[in-house]
Nanobody
Framework: QVQLVESGGGLVQTGGSLRLSCAASGRTFGSYAMGWFRQTPGKEREIVAAITRSGGTTYYPDSVKGRFTISRDNAKNTVYLQMNSLKPEDTAVYYC???????????????????WGQGTQVTVSS
């Protein structure tokens, strides 16, 4: 069982930055591929970043590539999402998720994730 707690959301102006953190419980954090997703009302949850167990490989969709950076610190059981050059369309609830994997892979689809945080709101004002 893994519990995930996000923090760092808030209100920011267009062009600003935020750094989200996701703290995980347990002693097997390094066994999980991690991802950040976002969701707005009426829309499906979409991935914004994913990272392998070791942190050596990352994935970003085109919508955030070059603006968002995912990283992890396995010693601190924490994954981060640095968001720069924020746009109003980035407004959403952001979730971190953990996927138990046996290989060094990125996981990009929501149904492949085993555990989810409660979400943190990010609002970008125009």
């Amino acid at each position: 069982q893994v519990q995930l707690v996000e923090s760092g959301g808030g209100l920011v102006q267009t062009g600003g930055s935020l750094r989200l953190s996701c703290a995980a419980s347990g002693r097997t954090f390094g066994s999980y591929a991690m991802g950040w997703f976002r969701q707005t009302p009426g829309k499906e949850r979409e991935i914004v970043a994913a990272i392998t167990r070791s942190g050596g490989t990352t994935y970003y969709p085109d919508s955030v590539k070059g603006r968002f950076t995912i990283s992890r610190d396995n010693a601190k059981n924490t994954v981060y999402l640095q968001m720069n050059s924020l746009k109003p369309e980035d407004t959403a609830v952001y979730y971190c998720a953990a996927s138990r994997v046996f290989y060094s892979i990125v996981v990009v689809t929501p149904n492949q994730y085993d555990y989810w945080g409660q979400g943190t709101q990010v609002t970008v004002s125009s």
